[in-house]
């Protein structure tokens, strides 16, 4: 198969594996695949991802990888609060919670950070259409919520307020009994216990 005949059966994909390739073409031989890259057709993310080299990378191509290439998974943490401009700063890495191991990818595109937690909190994430394609990301009260769940030492204010989180935009953009239905499901009494602390923060701050 040329390369051409493969970049027009694979033009909805902006991020295709080998495993695509395959179903087009069953006895296609990986070491195309070198070739392609030696003449800058097309660029490894990892492992078996890859991308065309004319597909300009911007933020939501890259929570497109990084729900492609260690799913399920969904982006979250400090890059949905960049994300959400709740931090001022930005964030190094693609943050994400995923039910698979912690693990994290240093690729050409940049790092790719996940952090593990429980197959039953796997919820509470939207999907926000690029082009002909959706990336999962948290919705704002899941992704505090993941945050503080996997930062158990966040206790006192000077913990909340080194977070540098904007109050302004927290109180806009926060449901709270959204906030208080997804931490319900938690069942963890601890974190209840926390999070009030920093509600109680954020209200008087």
Not at 44 to 73: M, Q, T, W
Not at 149 to 159: F, G, R
Request: glycine share 2%; hydrophobic share 35%; charged share 30%.
């Amino acid at each position: 198969m040329q390369f051409l005949e493969l970049k027009t059966r694979l033009s909805n994909f902006l991020i295709f594996s080998t495993k695509d390739i395959e179903k087009i073409d069953s006895a296609f031989h990986s070491q195309r695949l070198s070739e392609w890259q030696e003449k800058k057709y097309i660029r490894k993310i990892k492992g078996r991802y890859y991308l065309f080299s004319d597909l300009e990378i911007n933020e939501s191509v890259l929570f497109l990888i990084a729900n492609k290439i260690y799913s399920p998974s969904y982006v979250s943490l400090e890059m949905a609060f960049s994300y959400y401009n709740l931090i001022p700063e930005s964030v190094y890495g693609i943050t994400s919670v995923t039910s698979k191991k912690t693990n994290n990818f240093k690729t050409d595109f940049g790092e790719f950070i996940y952090r593990h937690i429980k197959s039953e909190l796997m919820f509470g994430y939207k999907l926000v259409k690029y082009g002909n394609h959706n990336f999962r990301i948290a919705e704002i009260e899941k992704a505090i919520l993941d945050y503080f769940y996997l930062n158990s030492h966040l206790k006192t204010e000077n913990d909340f307020t080194e977070m540098r989180f904007d109050e302004k935009e927290f109180k806009a953009l926060v449901d709270r009994s959204k906030l208080n239905r997804y931490l319900a499901v938690f069942n963890n009494k601890s974190l209840e216990k926390r999070m009030k602390r920093f509600l109680n923060y954020i209200d008087y701050a």
